[in-house]
Structure formats: C-alpha cells, structure tokens
C-alpha cells in the first residue's frame, strides 16, 4: 500500500507539492496554486521537503494578504538546497524577472450571493412569458409561499433544515387559501395560523407545491448561483391519491342549466355540446367559426391572438350543434365569442352555481362537461378513436398511436356531424 503525503503525489517516481492557493490570493498571484518537484523519490525524504515547501507557502500567503511585496530568495524555488544544484538556469531567469515592477493589486471582497426573494423576482418574470395564466398563477402562488418565510436568506445559506422545514408546513395548509379573499397575498406564517382547524389541501396538491419550489431551485443552479439544490435530497413520501372529474349525470345537467349561471350559461351549452376545454372555449373568435355548406357550422378550435392549446392534438373541428346555431345568434357578431371570460372567472362561477344549487358531489367541476360529451359519446356506440379525434386527444385505438396518426387521415366531416347530431341534453 503506498504512502500517502498531505500536499504531494507521485508523478512516475518523483514527488510532486501542489496546494492550492486561497481565493482571494489567487487573484494577485495569477496562479491557482503552488506546484513543484520535491527531487525525490524517497518517501520520507519527500515528507521533510513537504514541511519545507509549506512554510513557503505560508509565507507566500500571508505576505500577499499584508499587501507586501513577494521578492527575495526565501520566495523563490531556489530557497531550498535540493533544488538549486539542477535548476542554475532557471534561478537566472527568475533573478532576470524579478528585477521588473510587480504590479499591485487590491484584494477583491467576494461578491455577495443574491437573495431568493431578488431571484424569486428574475425567475417568475421569465416564467411569466412561457406559461399561460392559469399554470404562471400556480408557479407564483408557490414561490410565494415559499419566498415569504425564506427571501431574506442567501441563496449559499439555503440548506436541508429550511427545505424540511417547509415540507413540514405544508400539510397544515388549507383548502381555504385562495377561496377566502382575506388570505390574498399573505405570507406563510400568517397562513399557517389562518388553516387551523379548516379542511387541509390535498397530498396531490402538496407535492405540486413541492415540485415547483424544487423548480426555482433547479433554476438557481442553472444561472450558476449554486452547484447543486440543497432540496434535492429530501424525499416527498405522502401518498398521493388521484382525484379523478365526476362526470355529471342528467338531472345534475338538467339542474345546472335551469340554473342559468351568471356569466356561464352559454359557455356550459358550448361545452357539453362540443366536449371543449373551458380554455379552448373562451379563447374562440367570431372567425373561428366557419360553414360546410349542407354540413352545417364547425368550430375550428385552433391557436389565435386569445389562446394556445393544451397539445398538438387539441387543433380540430368540431361540427357546431343545431342547439348551439340558436346561442350563436346571441353572441358577439365579430372578435371574441366571449369576450368578458377567461378561465380563472369560470371556475369561480360555476363553483356559485354549485353552491346554489346544492351540487355538492365531489370531483364535480366545469371540465366535467367534457367529461359529459364523452361519456354522451361512449353511450351512442360512437369508436373511441373517433371521439378522442373530436375531444383533443391522441388516438388510443392502437399500440402505436403514432405509426396509426401517420397512416390515418382521420373521420371524415360527415361522419363528425352524425355523431354531434346524436347528443341530446336533458333539458
């Protein structure tokens, strides 16, 4: 087993001193560190020359942080016995060079790290302008919560403690935030308190917050102000249960629309009659909706100025209902079909309709009608590939989904209509 020398190594049969110099003397040296031969290959030898070269550089170091000049023999390699009988020419040439002006230099503080709230603000920025506002919304309700107790610390004095820590709060959080207008903007604490004994969020939902925070730490790492997240480490170990959209039965339909919610009552028709996104609904403009001649009115449900889609499978047409012919005629004649909606005001009013209405059933949520065309689809023997050709989704009549969509030009026009054509609502 060979000897191990703190500050040399082996190089063939020679010993060889490196040790690295301290940052702030790196910066007037110009050198990373002290390196040189110790002439030898004999073990102890190489440990006494070791001492040696280490007082050296004791006195290299402590010359430069006092702002001294580094000249004389007690600097240079030449200093030691062992190295001057072979390196004559080379103690020459430094001689030569120490006689030129070494210029000085003043010693750098290291720069501050930034804080996360400074970062917090850099990172939901750039996350602004590539997500839309229902997924930015989430991010920011995250990263607040997170920057409220954590913003003031330095992205170095983030460690495991702050990150258990915040794991920690987060089952104690409730299902309230954000539905009681007086939690708006409040910081962590502050909502700790307000969730006691109030129905807590979801595991789903606490392991979405998680993601998120571990995101903007990733990011951190990305820009350099970090070599690795210190979260990365701490396991998310609750058990997280789906929470699947109730698909709404007759009378609750029959219900809903009797109802007539505020704001929402042609939007729901358009959705249960076209299985559309409430996304994909609010975004449509007059000029999305076009005529097939005998086959009547589609909608082409396609990116505009208003709205992107979910997937590249979400592009299509839907032929546009008989019933949904009369509702047109009491929309805008020209822009957006809907053009004081979007989705966050949606949900809100179809939860108040529930509320009203006594509909309380779990899992029951606008994008159940979507559910409801589906199922309406499913119950007329209508192929589920042709459904999922006119809902948005990726084909599933096939193992390969991607070999089928090359090889399909998918169902035609008129085989849309007949199937549109056969959804009836309960009313």
Not at 135 to 153: C, E, P, Q, T
Not at 344 to 354: I, P
Not at 407 to 412: C, E, K, P, V, W
Request: charged letters at 25%; a positive charge; aromatic letters at 8%.
């Amino acid at each position: 087993m060979s000897t191990k020398i703190k500050y040399a190594y082996l190089s063939g049969q020679i010993w060889i001193y490196r040790r690295n110099y301290p940052e702030d003397v790196r910066l007037v040296l110009g050198s990373s560190a002290l390196k040189q031969t110790l002439k030898t290959a004999d073990t102890k030898l190489a440990q006494k020359r070791v001492g040696e070269v280490n007082a050296r550089y004791e006195a290299i170091v402590s010359t430069v942080r006092s702002g001294g000049a580094l000249s004389g023999p007690e600097y240079g390699t030449e200093a030691f016995e062992w190295v001057r009988g072979g390196n004559a020419s080379i103690s020459h040439l430094r001689g030569a060079l120490e006689q030129l002006r070494r210029p000085s230099f003043e010693v750098l503080a290291p720069v501050p790290k930034p804080t996360l709230e400074s970062l917090s603000k850099t990172y939901l920025g750039q996350r602004s302008d590539q997500l839309r506002p229902s997924g930015f919304k989430s991010i920011r309700y995250s990263i607040g919560l997170f920057v409220s107790r954590y913003g003031s610390l330095r992205v170095n004095e983030l460690g495991r403690a702050e990150g258990k820590e915040f794991l920690g709060h987060l089952p104690q959080l409730s299902s309230m935030i954000g539905k009681d207008e007086i939690s708006a903007g409040k910081p962590l604490d502050w909502l700790l308190e307000f969730s006691k004994l109030k129905p807590k969020i979801t595991a789903r939902t606490q392991k979405r917050i998680w993601s998120q925070v571990n995101h903007f730490l990733k990011w951190i790492v990305y820009e350099g102000h970090l070599e690795r997240n210190p979260f990365q480490t701490i396991l998310f170990d609750r058990k997280v249960q789906q929470a699947p959209y109730a698909v709404p039965t007759d009378p609750e339909v029959t219900t809903l629309l009797q109802a007539r919610p505020r704001d929402i009552t042609y939007l729901l028709e358009f959705c249960l009659l076209t299985g559309m996104r409430s996304g994909e609904a609010v975004g449509l403009l007059r000029s999305d909706i076009v005529s097939r001649g005998n086959l009547g009115m589609f909608v082409k449900v396609r990116p505009n100025t208003v709205r992107a889609l979910k997937t590249a499978a979400s592009e299509r047409e839907v032929p546009l209902h008989s019933r949904l012919v009369d509702v047109l005629g009491r929309l805008p004649d020209e822009g957006r079909l809907f053009p004081d909606l979007n989705v966050n005001l949606v949900t809100k009013r179809f939860a108040e309709v529930r509320k009203k209405t006594g509909l309380q059933r779990p899992g029951l949520v606008f994008h159940s009608t979507r559910k409801w065309f589906i199922t309406q689809c499913e119950r007329t023997g209508v192929p589920e590939h042709f459904t999922a050709s006119l809902v948005g989704h990726q084909s599933a009549r096939s193992e390969n989904q991607l070999t089928y969509s090359i090889y399909s030009a998918g169902i035609s026009d008129e085989q849309k209509r007949a199937i549109v054509d056969q959804i009836r609502l309960p009313v």
